[in-house]
T-cell receptor
Framework: EAGVAQSPRYKIIEKRQSVAFWCNPISGHATLYWYQQILGQGPKLLIQFQNNGVVDDSQLPKDRFSAERLKGVDSTLKIQPAKLEDSAVYLC??????????FGEGSWLTVV | GQQVMQIPQYQHVQEGEDFTTYCNSSTTLSNIQWYKQRPGGHPVFLIQLVKSGEVKKQKRLTFQFGEAKKNSSLHITATQTTDVGTYFCAGSGAGSYQLTFGKGTKLSVIP
């Protein structure tokens, strides 16, 4: 069974530029998550989708971050404009409702 | 909001020694999950505990969920170099699927 796919794996951008990350969850998983993991910390939930609807985006900095899951499968997370403190690993994860969360390998963002 | 705290932040052990990490929540949890993240890798699910006082074992790993469902522990017996990584607990509050992760315990094993 294929895992959660993410791209790009690595991205370096200058502050105030924009970046987009893509995620393809495990087939059949209705729930999709985007987590931000800053070095030395645990993952922090940014947004959770159930199919193509948002379940929780309370910790998403909406002035610069946006995410969508238009057809209830793939998802895109965008940051515009980026700040230095956005340097982190952006982890996409998916699950069948209420069950184990499976993480992708992450997209490593460095903002310089 | 819900907070999950883990101690210690770092642990260095000699290979063969035991290791324990502790997790405490500010609120009662409906369940707690444990994840392992190898250096440079992504979190990988280890186990989920749901019942008060539950104890589960996976080979050398023993997981406990407290009676009040506000704390948990992971104990590794006779550590090996393959146990190196950061261990995270993550809890969900009642009626919520949102997982709140602790900051993790980074385990180093000295051969």
């Amino acid at each position: 069974e294929a895992g959660v796919a993410q791209s790009p794996r690595y991205k370096i951008i200058e502050k105030r530029q924009s970046v987009a990350f893509w995620c393809n969850p495990i087939s059949g998983h209705a729930t999709l998550y985007w987590y931000q993991q800053i070095l030395g910390q645990g993952p922090k939930l940014l947004i959770q989708f159930q199919n193509n609807g948002v379940v929780d985006d309370s910790q998403l900095p909406k002035d610069r971050f946006s995410a969508e899951r238009l057809k209830g499968v793939d998802s895109t997370l965008k940051i515009q404009p980026a700040k230095l403190e956005d340097s982190a690993v952006y982890l996409c994860a998916s699950s069948e409702q209420g069950n184990t969360i499976y993480f992708g390998e992450g997209s490593w963002l460095t903002v310089v | 909001g819900q907070q999950v705290m883990q101690i210690p932040q770092y642990q260095h052990v000699q290979e063969g020694e035991d290791f324990t990490t502790y997790c405490n929540s500010s609120t009662t949890l409906s369940n707690i999950q444990w994840y392992k993240q190898r250096p440079g890798g992504h979190p990988v699910f280890l186990i989920q505990l749901v019942k008060s006082g539950e104890v589960k074992k996976q080979k050398r790993l023993t997981f406990q969920f407290g009676e009040a469902k506000k704390n948990s522990s992971l104990h590794i017996t006779a550590t090996q170099t393959t146990d190196v990584g950061t261990y995270f607990c993550a809890g969900s509050g009642a009626g919520s699927y949102q997982l709140t992760f602790g900051k993790g315990t980074k385990l180093s094993v000295i051969p």
